[in-house]
């Protein structure tokens, strides 16, 4: 059984997770605005995904004899400057969630909660990949700057993403 430590911990989990895939959503609908479908659909994409990491906590508390209360979920931002502004956002908030994942890794270890450490390895390696992504795109859109025709290129290559 899991401890309420651990419990609690995933609980705030789940509304960070959820919150990711509601600020990535936020992100779509802002790219879409400005007829940029591409990377509106790798952030539908990413936001689709968010919502699966969110589930994976909800399955793992539930697993083990724990109980989700959820909480409300808080706004996400509306606006950006341009792509490059809303892609390092995402890189941010990658960041942020990195730390957070170590902080759960750490709390297991304290709790010398076995199966929670075992079970976040997966989201230690996924936070790796979460990161490369939003970097590689940031330092292409840093690359191209203003220039039209690399914009349209790029909304064209991150249109093709498909969910995994
Ligand atoms: Fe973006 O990895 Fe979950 O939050």
């Known amino acids: 059984m899991i401890s309420k ?28 605005s400005k ?3 591409g990377m509106a659909k790798w952030m539908q994409v990413q936001a689709e995904e968010e919502r699966e990491h969110a589930m994976k906590f909800f399955d793992q508390i539930v697993e083990r ?5 959820l909480a409300a ?5 509306f ?16 960041q942020h969630i990195t730390k957070r994942i170590n902080d759960l890794t750490d709390l297991a270890v304290k709790e010398k909660d076995h199966a929670s450490q075992i079970f976040l390895q997966w989201f230690v390696k ?7 992504h939003a970097d590689e795109i940031v330092h292409k859109l840093e690359f191209i700057g203003e220039a ?14 498909e969910a995994d």
């Open 5 to 32: 430590k651990m419990q609690d911990a995933f609980v705030d989990q789940i509304n960070e997770e959820l919150f990711s895939s509601y600020l990535y959503l936020s992100m779509a609908a802002w790219f879409e």
């Open 35 to 37: 007829n940029f479908h």
């Open 65 to 69: 004899g724990g109980r989700v209360k």
């Open 73 to 77: 979920i808080k706004e996400p931002q």
């Open 79 to 94: 606006e950006w400057k341009n792509p490059l502004d809303a892609f390092q956002a995402a890189f941010a908030h990658e």
């Open 126 to 132: 996924e936070q790796v990949e979460e990161e490369a």
């Open 148 to 161: 039209g025709h690399g914009l349209y290129m790029i909304d064209r290559e991150l249109g093709a993403r």
